[in-house]
C-alpha cells in the first residue's frame, strides 16, 4: 500500500513515511493508493472476533511491511484497551459510547495508535521525534496520555493559559517525564501561530526531528474505521444502520467513508455539525467555501475549514452526486444541541455530552422523514468533560468517574511562556536536546 498527496498523484510513500511526515510536503494530504476489500469471512464472523483481532485485520492492509505482524498486534492491542459498548438510548437510536479510553474522549484510539507508531519508527531512524501541538483542550489530552512514556518521543503542548476546562489542563500538565505543557499567556489562535512558526524553521528542523500530532496524519485518521467496525459487531440485526457522526476536522466521519468502500454495512451517514457548516452548505449547493470557526458548546467541532474535506472529495472522485448518495448532512445552533442533551435525559434517562448530542438531533431529523430505519449515534466524548454546559442543562451536578477525580488530585506542572517564538523557540531546543 503507497499513499499519494492529494495535490499530486505521483509522490508517493509508505506508511512509515506518512506517518513520520505527518502532510505531504505539498501540503497534500497522504491518501491511500488502493482500498481493501474486507472478505466475507471477515464481516460474517464479526461478531466472534476479539476487537484486537478486528483491529488488526483493518489496519494490516494499511499498514503494510511498514511494521512488523507481531508489533501491529501489540500497538493495536495497546490502542483498543478499553470498552466500545452500542447502548440503545430508544426504539430507534444507539449510542457507540467512543469516550472510555484513558481522557473519555474518542480521539484516544487514534492518538494511541499513532504514538506507538512513532515510537516504533523513532528507533528505525535512530532519532527522538518531537511531537509540537497547539490545543484548545481535548486533542492535547489526548495526545498527552497516548504519547507518555512511549520511548522515543518528546511531546510538547502549547495550550493557553486560563482558557482550557480544569480537568483539561491537568490532562496536560500531570504527566511529565517526557510530556511538557507550555501554557502560553495568549489566546489558541497565538499557540497555533507559535506552532506553525516552529514548522516553517528549517534551522530547529534540522536540529529536531519534528512532527505534528493532529488528525491529518494516517496514523491517526485511518485507525478510526474500526470505530465503524466495533459497532457492526455488536449490531444484531439484519437491517443495515444510519451512522450520524459528530463532525468538525471530518476525520472520524472519512474514515466511515472509507470502512463503507472497504464493505461497512451501512446505510447511509449524516455528518452532524453545530453553526460551522462549510460541508453542509456544500452539500446543499455544491460550492465549499472556508469559513472563520465560530465558537459553540461543541467546542471540539468548532472548524471553519475541515481538512478532511479534500479526503471525502478524493473518496469520491470530486462527485458531488455520489457524495450525497453516501452523506447527508444538518447543522444545528447551541440551543438545539442544550435542548437535545435536557430532552434525552427527561425522557431516556441518558446523559449526552455537547457533541453526541448534534449527532442524536441530527439523527432524530432524519429519521422524522425515514421512520422504518434506525441509527447509531457515534458518542465522541463523556458528558463529564464538559460540565459546565451539561449541568447547567439539566440542573443537576454529575459526578466525576475515578479516572479524573484521581487526576484533579495531581500538581500542575507547566512551563510559563508569552506567545514570543524565540524564547518558547529555545526552550523547545532545550527540552529536546
Ligand atoms: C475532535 C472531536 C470531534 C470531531 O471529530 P473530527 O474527526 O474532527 O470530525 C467531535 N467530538 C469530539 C468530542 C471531539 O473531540
Given amino acids: 500500500m503507497f499513499y499519494y498527496s492529494t495535490k499530486n498523484k505521483t ?12 502532510q505531504a510536503p505539498d501540503k497534500g494530504l497522504y491518501f491511500p493508493d488502493r482500498i481493501p476489500k474486507w472478505d466475507d469471512k471477515f464481516k ?22 511498514s511494521i512488523s505482524k507481531d508489533r ?37 484510539v487514534g492518538a494511541r495508535f499513532m504514538s506507538r507508531c512513532l515510537g516504533y519508527f523513532s528507533n528505525s531512524i535512530g532519532r527522538n521525534i518531537t511531537v509540537l501541538v497547539a490545543t484548545s483542550g481535548d486533542t492535547g489530552g489526548a495526545v498527552a496520555d497516548a504519547f507518555y512514556n512511549v520511548k522515543g518521543t518528546q511531546v510538547i503542548i502549547l495550550y493557553p493559559s486560563g482558557k482550557v476546562s480544569p480537568v483539561q489542563e491537568k490532562q496536560l500538565t500531570t504527566l511529565g517525564n517526557n510530556i511538557h505543557a507550555f501554557e502560553v499567556g495568549g489566546d489558541f489562535d497565538d499557540c497555533q501561530k507559535m506552532v506553525k512558526l516552529a514548522f516553517a524553521d528549517e534551522e530547529l528542523k534540522k536540529r529536531l526531528f519534528l ?7 494516517v496514523a491517526r485518521w ?19 444502520p444510519v451512522i450520524a457522526v459528530p463532525s468538525g476536522n471530518f476525520g472520524n466521519l472519512c474514515a466511515g467513508l472509507l470502512a463503507q468502500q472497504s464493505g461497512l454495512n451501512v446505510k447511509h451517514f449524516i455528518a452532524a455539525c453545530n453553526t460551522n457548516d462549510a460541508f453542509t452548505k ?17 467546542n471540539a467541532m468548532d472548524v471553519g475549514n475541515p481538512s478532511n474535506f479534500e479526503r471525502i472529495l478524493e473518496l469520491y472522485n470530486h462527485e458531488l452526486k455520489t457524495i450525497k448518495n453516501h452523506v447527508s448532512s444538518i447543522s444545528i445552533d447551541d ?55 451539561v449541568e447547567k442543562t439539566i440542573g443537576k451536578e454529575i459526578e466525576l468517574p475515578d479516572k479524573l477525580a484521581s487526576i484533579m488530585k495531581r500538581e500542575k506542572k507547566s512551563i510559563l511562556v508569552e506567545p514570543n517564538y524565540e524564547s518558547i523557540r529555545s526552550q523547545i531546543i532545550q527540552l529536546a536536546d
Fill in 72 to 108: 501491529l498486534e501489540e500497538i493495536i492491542q495497546q490502542t483498543l484497551a478499553f470498552e466500545f459498548p452500542l447502548k440503545k438510548i430508544n426504539e430507534s437510536i444507539y449510542c457507540l459510547e467512543l469516550f472510555q479510553g484513558p481522557t473519555l474522549a474518542f480521539k484516544d
Fill in 335 to 389: 440551543f438545539k444541541t442544550t435542548q437535545t442533551i435536557e430532552k434525552v435525559f427527561n425522557t431516556y434517562d441518558y446523559l449526552l455530552d455537547p457533541h453526541t448530542a448534534v449527532a442524536y438531533h441530527a439523527m432524530e431529523n432524519w429519521l422524522m422523514d425515514h421512520p422504518e430505519d434506525e441509527g447509531i449515534i457515534l458518542g465522541t466524548a463523556h458528558p463529564v468533560k464538559f460540565p459546565t454546559i
Fill in 44 to 65: 460474517e464472523k464479526i461478531n466472534e472476533l476479539s476487537k484486537a483481532e478486528i483491529g488488526f485485520e483493518i489496519m494490516q492492509p494499511y499498514v503494510g511491511q
Fill in 222 to 240: 485511518l485507525p478510526q474505521q474500526i470505530y465503524y467496525a466495533l459497532a457492526m459487531a455488536q449490531w444484531n440485526k439484519n437491517t443495515s
Fill in 282 to 298: 456544500y452539500l446543499y449547493s455544491g460550492e465549499y467555501s472556508a469559513q472563520t470557526a465560530v465558537a459553540t458548546v461543541s
Fill in 11 to 22: 509522490i508517493k510513500v509508505d506508511f512509515r513515511q506518512a506517518a513520520i511526515e505527518g
Fill in 211 to 217: 512532527t505534528s500530532a493532529n488528525s491529518i496524519n
